[in-house]
């Protein structure tokens, strides 16, 4: 694949995938999504630590997809909703890759204001990464993909208009993530404010 940007990282998630089981079903499923230029962006996106959110988002995408097939679960939307779950604009921790794109990127770095409950990074990246999707990826959208990115970040999707995950598909993403992104963070029980969005990653 042509990469636009170098990762974070210091390896290929792809190539760590490659061999593993339902890996070119899964990659035929999200490939026009991988190959874009924009979301080739989140590889220079901080996340979890030090892993980018490129590499994040095919963590999530493609064990939502074994875990769809294993639980009879729809696979093709799980790739989708867990490839796009965190697929927002505007980055919540620096970056040196960040200065090679556009202003709006780095706005909340940049300049950073007192926000309301529903405006923090982890009650509002959802709504931001669903916008984007639709955007940007309107042909692979529809109802049960939205709720299973709006309510990734369910109970803290309370706050947002789209309140309910409604569909297995939205467990699934939603377990997942939580699995994924505990097992970066777990290390350290104080990271676990890194994960709902309240505290950033260690400079
Ligand atoms: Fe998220
Ligand atoms: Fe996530």
């Not at 007192?114 to 109802?143: D, I, R, S, T, W």
Request: net charge positive; charged share 30%.
């Amino acid at each position: 694949m042509n990469y636009f940007y170098k990762s974070l990282d210091n390896y290929e998630i792809l190539d760590i995938l490659k061999d593993m089981p339902y890996y070119n079903e899964w990659f035929n499923i999200v490939k026009g999504i991988l190959e874009s230029k924009e979301f080739q962006k989140r590889r220079l996106f901080f996340h979890h630590e030090n892993e980018c959110l490129w590499t994040h988002c095919i963590r999530v995408s493609y064990k939502s997809y074994l875990y769809a097939i294993k639980h009879k679960i729809n696979a093709k939307n799980c790739a989708i909703a867990g490839l796009l779950h965190d697929f927002y604009t505007k980055a919540w921790h620096p970056s040196e890759g960040l200065e090679q794109l556009e202003d709006k990127y780095r706005e909340k770095l940049e300049h950073p204001r007192k926000l309301k409950l529903k405006e923090m990074h982890g009650f509002n990246h959802p709504v931001q990464a669903l916008e984007n999707a639709k955007e940007y990826f309107p042909e692979y959208m529809n109802e049960r993909i939205e709720n299973a990115i709006i309510t990734h970040m369910f109970p803290m999707s309370l706050v947002n208009e789209t309140k309910w995950p409604k569909y297995r598909e939205s467990f699934a993403v939603w377990y997942i993530d939580k699995y994924i992104s505990w097992t970066n963070l777990s290390s350290n029980p104080k990271n676990l404010s890194k994960y709902f969005g309240i505290k950033k990653k260690n400079k």
